[in-house]
């Protein structure tokens, strides 16, 4: 049936592409360009147990399958030795890349680094790996999903500690799973309602498998909108939670952001209007990524062009924030009494600053009320008692504690907690594709009629659109404008 010869035909595109880019021997640095104790160097493909036995200098040399061996490493021309150090092999299929592969543990200094790679180029069919080869090879070779792929990358960028958990769970296939459960069920109902078209009338095909199937793709569309009902965490989680901090001049925004970062990252004056260009630094809250910009202070009007420039950036900056900590001195919130005229406050403080509604809109906004230690102790408590407000002194450090805790319950609030049992959305192709997936499958459910078999056949094709938005997140297809993205941002060895 199409279907079935549409999904043959994307995973010969793919072999094909494995084969003709397996056929030579790559090798490289796997670990840091730097000096360090251990170097890793990693040799893949055909030649890999040539190679191994040139460099240890015994052509009939057959080391057992995943251990360790303390071994001499010669240079294969001069037959100088190299270096002394361990060689692991691992013949394929049961290899990261699936071919067979060894591994060159040596001293880490340069100039070890640098022989051994001039003593494998040295060697017939061996070349040096293009930037995320190896990694590429083990897609094309079957052992990874693109999904996978995807956040070996994300594990190798990772800082924080919460971004490292996301891209652990990521790359051993949590999320690559979830997808190809749908893509087979998507598949099922596609192929079924295609035998329904071409045997029904010949066959008898009971006419429940149309019902069936209908029931089963609002099952799988229910399922794939609960998950893109994420508020996008697993992307902040990725990305960084950007957190702009707003204000009117000289009400300590500067003076925060120093507090938070714990050093001088911002000129701190007694000056109103110092910043007047946006800085931003990236810091790990309770191991969530932030990446915090301090703003331009706001005011309608004024007549400096640097200033009116200063904050025709910082409106852009606010126009691509996660999060909006707006800042406000505290004697301001005298007047403050009741959580409804503190949201007055807000609406009032924002016209004040000539920030339009919209531009806040969909972001979570966070008043701050900074100088509290120049208010009464009373003052300062009651207002600390008031919901959606943070009251913090720059000057003192007062509230410190409890201000930053709550900045990290914020965090966990908008990344949420990676979970195996609830991969999230972490690239915004994903979202893309799956948002196709289920406009192809609406368009399935609206179109069909039962009594009208040219209708049914016009929109099968839906589904088979559905499933292929399906295998281009998972790179079931051939699609080389989305691999040479992904494979780009590896580094050498890997």
Known sequence: MALLRSVSNGFSAVFRHFASSSGCTIYSLSSGHVKCGVSVIRVSGPQTKQALRAIVGNSEYEPKQRQAYLKSFYHPTSKEIIDKGLLLWFPGPASFTGEDACEFQVHGSLAVIAAMLDALGQLPGLRPAQPGEFTKRAFFGGKLDLTAVEGLSDLIHAETEAQRKQALLQSTGTLGRLYDNWRKRLIRCAAHLEAYIDFAEDEQIEGGVILNLTKELRAVQREI???????????????????????????????????LCQRAVSIVTEQAGTTRDIIETTHSFGGYPVIFADTAGLRKHTTDA????????????????????????????????????LNDHIESYLQELDIPKD????????????????????ESQRLSKLNNVLTISCHKQDN??????????????????????????????????????????????????????????IAAQQLRKSVRCIERITGHVSCEDILDVVFKDFCIGK
């Open 225 to 259: 909108r609960a998950h893109l009902n994420d508020q996008r965490q697993g992307e902040l989680l990725r990305d960084g939670v950007r957190t702009v901090i707003i204000g009117a001049p000289n009400v300590g925004k500067s003076s925060l952001l120093n507090l």
């Open 306 to 341: 640097i200033e009116v420039e200063g904050m025709a950036r910082a409106k852009q900056c606010l126009a691509q924030s996660d999060l909006i900590l707006l800042l406000t001195e505290a004697k301001a919130l005298r007047d403050v009494d009741s959580n409804e005229s």
């Open 359 to 378: 531009l806040c809109s969909g972001k979570y906004l966070q008043l701050v009320a900074n100088k509290t230690d120049t208010l009464p102790k009373e």
């Open 400 to 457: 410190l504690p409890q201000f930053l805790g709550y900045l990290e319950q914020l965090l966990v609030q908008l990344c949420g907690t990676p979970q195996a049992e609830h991969p999230r959305i972490t690239q915004s192709r994903y979202r893309q594709q799956l948002e196709r997936c289920i406009e192809h499958i609406n368009i399935f459910l609206r179109d069909y009629k039962p009594d009208v078999y040219p209708d049914m056949a």
